[in-house]
């Protein structure tokens, strides 16, 4: 059984709090709204939440004002709804990455239901220019920054959940506030992080990384040249935070590895990266392991490829043209789910 989704593309500039009021207006009459209502928290400690992002990213205070008013929605419900702080355990996501000095790839593995189906550009006066796929509207499942630096989430467990900020809107701090991959895992030591994920990261001198973060514990990884990311912890210090079962990514990582040493260029990455066939590309959207995007970025030349499921259509653009004002003319991308059970 198949089925077509669409994935909506955002384009706003101006102030943070514009930027919001353009989304609010976006989201009027969308069903992500509606989930995130049922599923988040019907109130949180504003107080707390102000508190955290006064310290990480202050702006995206007055993004989520802007987002209460482009809905008509309280800014306090607004902020239960898409702050990603004190969020309730969700279904567990996969995502498989690539890192080297030349490029980044990755495919983001979920289910369609908790997906925002929206690819969000954004220029703000007071933050980093920014591209990637939005989860809970503010956060950001991967996406690149105009510095060059580049970054994608990966679940790992809820071992030691804990009332703190969801890994995708760890994301969008990171990518709106830092230039590089050192100023990125800085920000990530410090953080109060919700549960376990890893962060794949790298940026345009070529500094790759790894965080693997809980919420008592950051370790890092790194390599010269390449590194790859799943979801579960490599480091044997954080080896008892992973879940039971993780055979599944470590098949994907040794299959990544393997790919390295058949010194795959990047396009022939994003290609197997989004191949239906391949062993990083899942089918099992009932139990939120379905691929849902692949992403791309270069760092020689600010160029993201990106695509949906078994599309036969590849976005393509370079991020410095449109943060230099060069609107892309893309208003959607089309993709194909078909489901299979584990």
């Known amino acids: 059984m198949s089925e077509f989704y669409e994935v909506d593309i955002f384009q706003c500039r101006g102030s943070s709090f514009d930027i919001g009021y353009q989304i609010g207006e976006q989201l009027k009459n969308n069903k992500i709204v509606d989930v995130y209502k049922e599923k988040m928290k019907p109130t949180i400690d504003i107080a707390n939440m102000e508190s955290v992002f006064s310290t990480y990213a202050p702006h995206l205070i007055e993004e989520l004002k802007g987002i209460s008013e482009g809905l008509e929605i309280s800014y306090k419900e607004a902020a239960a709804i898409f702050s990603g702080y004190d969020i309730p355990k969700m279904d567990a996501m996969g995502c498989s990455a690539t890192i080297t000095n030349d490029f980044y790839v990755r495919n983001y593995d979920f289910s369609p239901l908790l997906y925002d189906h929206i690819f969000s550009l954004v220029d703000s006066e007071v933050a980093y220019a920014s591209a990637g796929y939005s989860q809970q509207v503010l956060g950001r499942l991967d996406g690149v920054n105009s510095e060059g630096l580049v970054m994608g989430l990966h679940f790992v467990s809820f071992k030691e959940f804990q009332n703190g900020i969801s890994a995708w809107t760890a994301i969008r701090m990171v990518l709106d506030t830092c230039s590089s991959t050192s100023e990125a895992v ?29 919420p008592n514990k950051v370790v890092i990884r790194e390599d010269n ?9 490599q480091n044997q210090d954080l080896h008892q935070k992973n879940r039971k079962y993780i055979e599944f990514s470590m098949k994907r990582n040794m299959h990544m590895q393997e790919l390295n040493k058949k010194g795959f260029s990047e396009k022939q990455m994003f290609e197997r990266f989004k ?57 959607s991308m089309s993709g194909k789910i078909e489901r299979e059970s584990i």
């Open 275 to 331: 191949d239906s066939h391949s062993p990083l590309f899942f089918k099992n959207y009932d139990d939120y392991f379905g691929t849902l995007h692949t992403f791309c970025y270069s760092f020689h030349d600010s160029k993201i490829t990106t695509c949906l499921a078994k599309s036969e259509h590849v976005l393509s653009f370079y991020l410095d043209d449109w943060v230099n004002g060069k609107a892309i003319s893309n208003t």
């Open 186 to 214: 800085d920000l990530l030591k410090v953080i109060p992080h919700a549960a376990c994920y890893n962060f794949s990261i790298g940026d345009k001198s070529g500094d790759i990384a790894v965080v693997e973060a809980s």
């Open 225 to 233: 040249s390449y590194l790859t990311c799943v979801n579960h912890f």
